[in-house]
């Protein structure tokens, strides 16, 4: 017998069973409608097979599961009146909410924020890496370059526009005690640009890729419906259709529409500030409304047209808008000083990550970072059900490396240099006294980003630019927005019927509108952070459930790759294509 034959029959004899119950599993898998591919396996073969949304009402040109739109929406209608009815009560008790988890439950953000990072590069670059979304012969919807823009648009278009100029002001005059640095001083600087990186680097993007790779993968490689339920199968088995599923997708839906619409009331502070620059227009919440009706009707347009139609277009124009914006800025600011900012930044960020990321402040008595960075790991943990829905929704036929590559490291690369940029930018007009930008991010956080734009050419056209890609990245995060909810809410349909995604983008808008009038964003937004902690949970529990998925994924893969060598040297019948034959050699010993 030659040593390939008996090293192939002794993995045969351990392996025998668990094997031919994999590949009658594989052969006999029935086509899951709604896919683009077949998926490898079920997780569990004794359980009965679904389809998603089998238990939906459709009428009136809507396609729902009752239990989760419902839900959902009773408790936005209650949140909402009340905030209205009661708005100084709300936002005292959201508030003494936020504190209370600041004091008591920062170090469980903090320490949850680093396993979850460590979790999403384990499964990139470990053996598990090689795994495909869909399946080993998948292919990717989108190119590279739609998928970057995509992944910006969804994950923080708004909010690096927003923050990438007064943030670093921001930590420049009062820095992090974790550093050590004198207020307005070169060191001051350098910490105000590391934090500035830190709160927006690795971290968040890990959070929205564990997410994504655990939704991806349940949805493309299981074949269950594209919803935050399907992640916890291998726990709840079939209970993810019942009770428990459907609390856990009313708790995304809703969520994923508190995130959006602060960040959306977050974007039309900055339009009305900026068209109050460019136009004199009224910077008053009446005429915010109106651009967030406008606004929303572009938005509806682009829902209606589509994921490849709508939300990659508007996506790729982000990414070539924005890229235009910042290359202009490298030209005609202080190229030498960003270009410098931006590798001595890099360089001290992760030199300081180890120990910046698991500081909590516990010795030094300070309450500095329960107003950053416990708000903001509690911030995107809240928005990882949308960010990590669209993303999985965008991702499938990319191995799980080039997953994690392109969700973690690329964004975080385009993060540090957009944040030099503009932020270092906005440190060198400050420290050489050409303006002062911190007085007009004091006066109004909005306005901070034109501020800095009357110190260099054109002024007028790049705030214009500027109000442009708030616009658009606003559009975006809405549209994309609708779709998830839509998958949430019509019990994983990828394709949803048009009325249906017209009703979502419109609720996205009201939301915005309705608690910007009530004064409740502030109020919603530490709602959303205090939802963070509950996902903070399910996100550590979902890691074991991914590990185990992946490890049999990777058990089938060598099934498959054991069959094909074995076929090749004529060892066995071709069992992938007869659903009779057994897994048995057909030459004799030698």
Do not use: C
């Amino acid at each position: 017998m030659s040593d390939r034959t008996a090293e192939w029959k002794a993995r045969r004899d351990r392996k025998e069973e668990e094997r031919s119950a994999r590949q009658r599993a594989i052969r006999e898998r029935d086509r899951f409608e709604g896919l683009q591919v077949d998926p490898d396996v079920d997780y569990y073969e004794d359980v009965a097979r679904r389809e998603p949304g089998d238990t939906n009402i459709i009428k009136f040109g809507f396609d729902i599961h009752p239990q989760v739109t419902f839900a959902s929406a009773g408790f936005l209608v209650l949140f909402l009146g009340l905030t209205l009815a009661f708005q100084e009560q709300a936002e005292t008790v959201f508030a003494d909410s936020l504190s209370f988890i600041g004091d008591n439950f920062g170090w469980f953000y903090i320490l949850s924020a680093n396993i979850f990072l460590v979790a999403i590069t384990f499964f990139g670059f470990s053996r598990f890496g090689r795994i495909r979304l869909g399946g080993q012969d998948a292919k990717p919807e989108f190119t590279n370059f739609a998928w970057y823009a995509m992944l910006l648009s969804a994950g923080m278009g708004i909010g690096l526009l927003f923050w990438s100029v007064a943030e670093p002001i921001y930590h420049y005059q009062t820095p992090p005690p974790f550093f050590g640095a004198e207020a307005e001083t070169s060191q001051a600087a350098e910490a105000a640009m590391v934090t500035t990186f830190y709160h927006w680097g690795f971290h968040p993007w890990g959070i929205y890729a564990l997410v994504s790779l655990a939704l991806a993968f349940f949805t493309y490689n299981r074949g269950l419906p594209l919803t935050m339920r399907s992640v916890f199968y291998p726990i709840l088995g079939e209970r993810i259709y019942g009770f428990w599923g459907n609390l856990i997708d009313t708790v995304a839906v809703i969520a994923t529409l508190f995130g959006l619409a602060s960040s959306l009331g977050f974007g039309v502070k900055q339009v009305s500030a900026g068209m109050n620059f460019l136009f004199s227009s009224p910077d008053t919440v009446t005429f915010q409304v109106i651009l967030i009706t406008v606004i929303t009707g572009v938005a509806t347009l682009s829902v209606v047209s589509g994921l490849d139609g709508g939300v990659k277009r508007l996506s790729q124009l982000n990414l070539n808008l924005g890229g235009l914006f910042l290359v202009f800025l490298l030209i005609v600011g202080p190229t030498v000083f960003i270009v410098g900012t931006f590798l001595e930044s890099t360089g001290s960020y992760l030199q300081a990550l180890p120990s910046l990321s698991l500081w909590t402040e516990s010795l030094s008595g300070s309450s500095w970072q329960s107003g950053w960075t416990v708000f903001y790991w509690g911030w995107w943990i809240s928005w990882a059900p949308f960010v990590g829905m669209f993303i999985a929704r965008v991702s499938k036929g990319r191995t799980i490396r080039e997953f994690v590559t392109g969700v973690v490291l690329v964004p975080t690369a385009l993060s540090f240099l957009w944040m030099s940029t503009f932020g270092g930018s906005a440190l060198k007009t400050q420290m050489d006294g050409t303006r002062d930008v911190a007085a007009a991010v004091n006066e109004n956080v909005a306005t901070a980003l034109f501020d800095l734009l009357e110190a260099f050419p054109l002024t007028q056209l790049t705030s214009l630019i500027g109000i442009i890609l708030v616009v658009s990245f606003f559009v975006t995060s809405s549209d994309s927005g609708s779709l998830v909810v839509d998958h949430l809410t019509s019990g994983g349909k990828l394709d949803s019927p048009v009325p249906q995604r017209v009703f979502w983008a419109i609720m996205e808008g009201a939301i915005a509108s309705i608690l910007l009038i009530g004064g409740g964003l502030q109020a919603l937004q530490s709602a959303a952070v205090a939802s963070g902690a509950i996902f903070a949970v399910v996100l550590l529990i979902a890691i074991y459930s991914m590990k185990q998925g992946f490890t049999e994924e990777l058990e089938i893969i060598e099934i498959h790759e054991e069959i094909a060598v074995a076929m090749e040297a004529g060892l066995i019948e071709d069992v992938l294509h007869d659903k009779n034959a057994t897994v048995t050699p057909t030459g004799g010993e030698s």
